[in-house]
């Protein structure tokens, strides 16, 4: 995900590259039927970038999942939310 949301902003000109973009990844396992089942994951983007270019990462945030491979194959299995913090390079 991670890498469709770092092509995606530097498609439109704000560098993801050199560790400006990072992520944390948290994920929720539950017991099922004696089977540990991963039922949610949460990603936050951690963005190196300056502050006029939030309302651009804001759109490509929105809409960056529908365009990932891994979201679109595992998604009706594993609820997947993203967010992500800005901070100034």
Same mark, same amino acid.
């Given at each position: 995900?991670?890498?469709?949301?770092?092509? &995606?902003? @530097? !498609?439109?000109? +704000?560098?993801?590259?050199?560790? /400006?973009?990072? =992520?944390?990844?948290?994920?929720?396992?539950?017991?099922?039927?004696?089977?540990?089942?991963?039922?949610?994951?949460?990603?936050?983007?951690?963005?190196?970038? &300056?502050? @006029? !270019?939030?309302? +651009?990462?804001?759109?490509?945030? /929105?809409?960056? =999942?529908?365009?990932?491979?891994?979201?679109?194959?595992?998604?009706?299995?594993?609820?997947?939310?993203?967010?992500?913090?800005?901070?100034?390079?």
């Amino acid at each position: 995900m991670a890498g469709t949301f770092g092509g &995606a902003l @530097e !498609a439109r000109k +704000i560098d993801a590259g050199n560790k /400006r973009l990072t =992520a944390e990844v948290t994920g929720e396992i539950e017991l099922e039927d004696d089977v540990l089942v991963i039922r949610r994951i949460h990603v936050v983007y951690h963005i190196k970038a &300056a502050a @006029e !270019a939030q309302e +651009i990462i804001e759109r490509v945030h /929105r809409i960056h =999942a529908d365009r990932c491979p891994v979201y679109r194959s595992l998604h009706k299995a594993i609820e997947i939310t993203t967010s992500y913090q800005l901070s100034e390079p």
